[in-house]
């Protein structure tokens, strides 16, 4: 199915509900119409870093289900999979195939050797020190063979995640074959996860390196076109690198809107929003929330240093059991330009400004994504976050049906079910259509989006008392909550 201009859900498979069958009833009984496509986060077997450590792409984890389930969503949604082109698991055939015949392994090539990357006697500290890296040492792990000899290979990430050289045949060669097996089980937007890695170069610094970088990635557009899939690169970084990306005419994420729309609602100033909204490409997809933190790297520059400092501050003020602890070594957190928190709880559990939050994403250029949890207006689940001692799985709850049942009746979430659906249905919306970005006054925003049929949906918004509504073609479609 091919991309739709609706709402996407971003879902585990046993998160709403234990499995793609429970999804699937969940989907049918409660969001009709509120999303046209799910990002099913990886589902395949997997060693490591809640699915992001794939083994093999040819299956589905038998525990969430079977390909037949994952296509039946594709026949009602478009799909989005996740194709970690940096890394695979240390488990998968091909690392392990190497590991018991080292030199006769038809997949050596497949992974980068330490000592074939670097002249002799190095890498230097500074080598090491030059690396963009997610870690305070060397990105590198040593393996022993079934032959007794060691050596180090690159891995950027965890442990089981070992790093593939994308520029050797041999991966050339399985970075085809995942895209048609992806292809051929319904989905129609591969997310390029840590793709920004995936080139090493001697003498840089590893991350997103030009001009190799757009060669890695028309390749494997001209892969996917093929099979008529779209490629959405994931990358958080400076705001530039997605604008140069979408240069290139490839979708993008928005993920600097999380933190500017929350700078927007903790001080009631609307100037840096309407910046950003006149600025931003219209073939993105936008986020507030996803499985991971809420990134402040994204927004820099967007908002000043002092900005992002008020607004992580504010974070831990006004979120509700929020804590720096949570986003630190101290909770495994990888990533230190990233805050562990659900949107509805950053914004201190609280309906109003949450659902004004929803409408501003809904009227930024691009389609929407929502989060699970997101969805369901959902608070920081400290319980598990405190049993797992895993930083981001404040915002990876686990929903049973029953909870479901009950989460959905409440106002906030029945208000942000109207205005997906709404977005979805308005072709004021439309991609190729206009935003026009208005600011009366220093704590009010109008966001206009129409149509060459010159259909308007028009968002009228108080930064400060969170008041607002949304009008289509002059009538009242959606007013906020009362106090």
């Not at 050797?113 to 500074?126: C, D, G, K, Q, S």
């Not at 000899?149 to 074959?177: A, P, S």
């Not at 562990?340 to 809904?362: P, V």
């Not at 049942?405 to 249905?425: G, H, M, S, W, Y």
Request: aromatic share 12%; hydrophobic share 35%; charged share 25%.
């Amino acid at each position: 199915m091919k991309i739709k201009n609706e709402a996407m859900l971003i879902t585990y498979c046993d998160s709403l509900g234990n499995n793609l069958k429970d999804l699937n009833k969940v989907l049918d009984k409660h969001l009709n119409g509120v999303v046209g496509g799910i990002h099913l986060l990886p589902f395949f077997p997997s060693t490591g870093d809640r699915g992001f450590a794939p083994s093999d792409y040819t299956v589905v984890d038998q525990a969430f289900g079977t390909w037949e389930e994952v296509e039946a969503l594709g026949e009602k949604y478009y799909l989005m999979f996740d194709f970690m082109i940096n890394h695979i698991s240390r488990e998968s055939k091909f690392f392990q195939d190497f590991k018991q015949n080292h030199e006769h392994s038809p997949y050596k090539d497949m992974f980068i050797r330490i000592h074939e990357f670097f002249p002799e006697n190095r890498p230097t500290p500074e080598d090491i020190d030059l690396i963009y890296k997610r870690k305070d040492k060397a990105p590198f792990q040593e393996v022993t063979f079934a032959d007794g000899t060691t050596e180090q290979v690159w891995n950027t990430f965890g442990e089981e995640q070992i790093d593939l050289d994308v520029n050797k045949e041999v991966t050339k060669q399985f970075i085809k074959d995942t895209l048609k097996d992806m292809a051929s089980h319904g989905c129609s937007l591969i997310r390029l996860d840590a793709f920004a890695y995936a080139i090493k170069k001697l003498d840089t610094n590893d991350f997103f390196v030009e001009p190799e970088i757009w060669e890695l990635l028309d390749e494997v557009r001209k892969e996917a076109a093929k099979y008529d899939c779209e490629l959405l690169p994931e990358i958080h970084e400076h705001y530039t690198i997605q604008m140069k990306i979408a240069d290139h005419d490839y979708y993008v994420y928005d993920f600097a809107l999380p933190m500017i729309t929350l700078f927007s609602l903790y001080s009631g100033k609307s100037n840096r929003l309407a910046h950003w909204l006149k600025m931003s490409p219209m073939k993105q997809f936008t986020t507030l929330d996803t499985h991971d933190g809420i990134g402040v790297v994204d927004a820099k520059d967007l908002l000043s240093d002092e900005e992002l400092n008020y607004t992580s501050e504010e974070l831990y003020k006004v979120g509700a059991n929020v804590k720096k602890i949570y986003s630190s070594a101290s909770y495994n957190n990888l990533d230190i330009y990233q805050i562990n928190s659900t949107y509805y709880s950053a914004l201190g559990d609280d309906d109003r400004s949450y659902l004004l939050a929803r409408a501003i994403q809904c009227f930024a250029p691009g389609i929407p994504q929502i989060y699970y949890v997101g969805l369901l207006a959902g608070k920081n689940d400290i319980e598990l976050l405190e049993n797992t001692k895993e930083g981001r799985n404040i915002n990876r709850h686990y929903y049973t049906l029953p909870e479901i049942d009950e989460e959905v009746k409440r106002p906030v979430v029945q208000a942000l079910f109207n205005l997906l659906r709404f977005r979805n249905t308005a072709s004021a919306f439309d991609l190729a259509g206009e935003i026009l970005v208005e600011t009366p006054s220093e704590e009010t925003i109008i966001i206009t989006r129409k149509d060459s049929q010159e259909n308007r949906a028009v968002l009228t918004a108080n930064l400060q008392t969170k008041d607002f509504e949304v009008k289509h073609n002059g009538e009242v479609v959606l007013t906020q909550l009362a106090e």
